[in-house]
């Protein structure tokens, strides 16, 4: 789904309107639609405040906020002692990234080799500490509910001080897989709370997944770009990765899938991030989800879905995980609370249908249960209001400084710069233009203080090297306004 | 060291003196000595409190806890209306665990193939929650510093609430290995913070050590018995296991080490517990670890040494780890601060030597970081007095434990029963008489509301079938008394 040509943008606005959203948030999404369609056109000048409100009969506080959410987005700009006047986003003239080509036969299955890549790469960047981390996957703390979660944590220790002396409960404490269950429910996955294993974050999840499926040696289908983290789990592992095209707008090719499976019946598993792809913020249609899951189970292929991100798609229904279309167990759902809740409390969880038993023994010989506090916090967030009111502004505040952080990579970066605007999370994947070495870029940008992640490390191929990753982790201010100014004049510089 | 024959008492007594130990301590571990010395026979009149407070020139409440402290131990019984008199405890009529043949050949390594075993044992106790479990190997959250981690938890989170809504630190919190790097000192371990890598447990340090030195299909040799999770760790990474005979006094055979080493020089590594072994409560001499460290040095072989329980030796200065011995970086020392602690918190540590970088790059691709939070309570706990005051108070309420249970077997179990009593932690391994099945006994155990660990999970061998481990967890009350009497009237009746 491409959010910066008009029709995905009006049936985006459209989905977002039926939710919940406030008043404010449903008239800013009128108006992007009056701007997108060209009945209020660039330099026109937007109808006044006191307009909105007799012409919507809303409050002056509700019309001053739909100003500042048009004005935050690139949509507004404001003329000292002139008004407002209509604008299109920069973001708006990037051209949307190029769709992956099918190739009649995959590449060879090879086992990961980025481990040096990816060390230098981290090497490099801490020796600059101070830099604006841009090239991270987790929101800045502020995004988070610290204060609820430190009094909850204090409260709950005062009422059961032995959490910290006692040992906790194999498989994870049964209050919060008792709440994981009952959420999942709303994203129409039935899972008993027994069927829930607490891990340490998702990256635990999905390594006990692979373990559970597959043997040093064998291979694995992977999303290319893929999730670098996934690659070293790949590499430590000693497993083949095979890599598939995938759209940026939809996903995992099911087609070049479909090839890979019939030419390399060696294949032990498929691992697929569904919801907002790390790197390229796709969301698969629920039809591609539904027939990827039907797919794997006609092969007889693990399914691996890895599932960071889920709760920060913006859309009318909760987004959908493959495993609410699995029928016989054979997909393994691995979870993290590190993106929508806490990133310091390190909880993910996995639901790991007919490879439960196995995955159970794997967690308990390789690090038991997790640590006891974190887990009861989560449990009793989870299952409280709170946790949707939190999510709730935490994907509006991200939407805020995605569209923010694409209006300045539009206004600053070299012609020809492409961009999908994903419809979630706070991860954008640009195409520079002309081949420009994303490693280039990377480099020059350390010494000006800011970090960004290169291409090359998502991929053991070299297809990704003018690609960057980069985050939208803090509100949009002027140092990221510069940073990605700075960062623009770089990239125009490089071969 | 075998605790039960006069001459190590004496040492071992003599070695405690000499600490820092309480004045009702000392001259407790004196009248032990004199007893045991036959000065005082069993049945003799115990001096009275008055005759000890003037001829030690001790107060009144110094006196009482003397005798306390010899009453609980089995070395004074109290007759109503008469006063105290002198006894043996039963536990020092019971014979020492014999020592085992050094085979003049190794056993062939073999795949571990112990998970039914352990599962079924596992579900077996789970069908009976409330029974007393003596199959553990933790202290009761009663023996922990339960209130002091509270109130730190509650004071660091007060003042770092992003704790647990921020990323924590790659290889754990700055604050937290450089406290243990600084105690590891006390131990001759130099450790600079930067060579520390914080785990979940002593569980997962053990798995990345493995998975560091070893590929699926290499032998690694073991202690016999070993720690059955250790066993499931080496079956669920696919390793073999080469048990090497280890006497229940010093420690891992050095001798027959030496030959499975000549024999097989496929083995990648050693694995052992040098203090307070799990489960035979052995702790290696000091000559003997320094001897291991070299001899592995010299066939180039990893060494992995397993610490849950350092910290739990009595002995007057710290026993110290194989790594104190380590000079090319070949051993591997993989610690827990769950046992000496807070078992909730599941923090554990490596400091891997040469495998340092492969190490790190294995934990981040497993599961990242630990939860913040545990690891700032800890850094602040251990870098306090209040460690080492807890520690104290922590061996001496196990050594009470410890003595009472052994006590108890001495006076409840069939003649011919065996034990060695350990200088510290909490478990004691029983060989039951002529041959008894230990995984009969834990059956009929249960129906009364008692768990054991039967022999039979600690080797991938039947060797210790009729042995079995028993933990004293908990302070000794008459819940203890009835299960251990109850288990010896089992144990009578099992063929
Ligand atoms: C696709 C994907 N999977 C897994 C993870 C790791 O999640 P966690 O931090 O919960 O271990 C990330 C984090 O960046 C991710 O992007
Ligand atoms: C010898 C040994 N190693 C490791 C462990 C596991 O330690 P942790 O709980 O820190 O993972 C235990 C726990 O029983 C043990 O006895």
């Known amino acids: 789904?491409?959010?910066?040509?008009?029709?995905?943008?009006?049936?985006?606005?459209?989905?977002?309107?039926?939710?919940?959203?406030?008043?404010?948030e449903r008239l800013a999404a009128h108006y992007r639609r009056v701007i997108a369609s060209g009945t209020l056109a660039p330099g026109d000048r937007m109808p006044s405040v006191r307009a909105l409100m007799s012409r919507h009969k809303v409050s002056l506080s509700t019309a001053i906020q739909v100003f500042r959410r048009l004005e935050d987005g690139g949509w507004l700009q404001a003329r000292p002692r002139a008004g407002y006047f209509v604008r299109r986003p920069a973001a708006s003239k990037l051209a949307t990234v190029a769709e992956p080509d099918i190739p009649v036969l995959p590449e060879p299955a090879r086992y990961v080799g980025l481990h040096e890549r990816i060390s230098r790469v981290i090497e490099r960047a801490q020796a600059f500490p101070d830099a604006l981390n841009l090239?991270?996957?987790?929101?800045?703390?502020?995004?988070?509910?610290?204060?609820?979660?430190?009094?909850?944590?204090?409260?709950?220790?005062?009422?059961?001080?032995?959490?910290?002396?006692?040992?906790?409960?194999?498989?994870?404490?049964?209050?919060?897989?008792?709440?994981?269950?009952?959420?999942?429910?709303?994203?129409?996955?039935?899972?008993?709370?027994?069927?829930?294993?607490?891990?340490?974050?998702?990256?635990?999840?999905?390594?006990?997944?692979?373990?559970?499926?597959?043997?040093?040696?064998?291979?694995?289908?992977?999303?290319?770009?893929?999730?670098?983290?996934?690659?070293?789990?790949?590499?430590?592992?000693?497993?083949?990765?095979?890599?598939?095209?995938?759209?940026?707008?939809?996903?995992?090719?099911?087609?070049?899938?479909?090839?890979?499976?019939?030419?390399?019946?060696?294949?032990?598993?498929?691992?697929?991030?569904?919801?907002?792809?790390?790197?390229?913020?796709?969301?698969?249609?629920?039809?591609?989800?539904?027939?990827?899951?039907?797919?794997?189970?006609?092969?007889g292929v693990a399914l691996i879905e890895d599932e960071p991100y889920r709760e920060l798609v913006e859309a009318a229904q909760p987004a959908r995980p493959l495993k609410s279309w699995d029928r016989d167990g054979g997909v393994i759902h691995c979870a993290s609370l590190n993106k929508a809740l806490a990133p310091g409390m390190r909880l993910g969880w996995m639901s790991s249908g007919r490879w439960h038993a196995r995955v159970r023994l794997l967690k308990f010989a390789q690090t038991r249960h997790n640590e006891s506090l974190a887990q009861f916090v989560a449990a009793e967030f989870i299952g409280s209001g709170a946790y949707d009111r939190h999510l709730h502004r935490l994907r509006d505040k991200l939407?805020?400084?995605?569209?923010?952080?694409?209006?300045?990579?539009?206004?600053?970066?070299?012609?020809?710069?492409?961009?999908?605007?994903?419809?979630?999370?706070?991860?954008?994947?640009?195409?520079?233009?002309?081949g420009r070495s994303s490693d280039a870029l990377f480099e020059a940008a350390l010494p000006h203080g800011i970090r960004i992640a290169p291409g090359s490390i998502f991929s053991n191929s070299e297809r990704f090297r003018s690609f960057i990753r980069l985050s939208c982790p803090v509100p949009f201010d002027e140092r990221m306004d510069a940073a990605l100014r700075q960062l623009g004049r770089l990239a125009a510089g490089i071969a």
Chains 1, 2 share one sequence.
């Not at 995605?402 to 600053?412: C, F, K, M, Q």
């Open 1 to 24: 789904m491409n959010l910066l040509n008009d029709e995905s943008l009006l049936s985006h606005d459209r989905a977002h309107a039926q939710a919940d959203a406030p008043l404010y």
């Open 135 to 299: 090239g991270g996957a987790t929101a800045g703390a502020a995004l988070y509910p610290t204060e609820r979660l430190q009094s909850l944590a204090s409260r709950i220790l005062r009422h059961k001080p032995t959490l910290l002396t006692e040992v906790g409960e194999d498989g994870g404490a049964a209050e919060l897989r008792q709440a994981i269950a009952k959420r999942a429910l709303t994203a129409d996955v039935t899972v008993a709370p027994d069927d829930v294993l607490i891990t340490s974050g998702g990256v635990e999840a999905v390594n006990l997944a692979l373990r559970a499926v597959a043997q040093p040696g064998d291979t694995i289908a992977v999303e290319s770009p893929a999730f670098f983290g996934l690659l070293q789990i790949l590499e430590s592992l000693g497993l083949r990765a095979l890599e598939i095209p995938t759209s940026p707008t939809t996903g995992l090719s099911l087609e070049a899938l479909d090839i890979a499976l019939t030419a390399c019946p060696e294949i032990k598993a498929v691992v697929a991030v569904p919801n907002l792809q790390n790197p390229l913020g796709c969301v698969m249609p629920d039809t591609r989800k539904a027939e990827l899951v039907a797919l794997c189970a006609r092969r």
């Open 399 to 434: 939407r805020v400084q995605r569209e923010a952080s694409a209006d300045a990579i539009g206004r600053y970066f070299p012609a020809g710069t492409r961009l999908n605007l994903p419809p979630g999370g706070l991860l954008l994947w640009v195409a520079l233009p002309d």
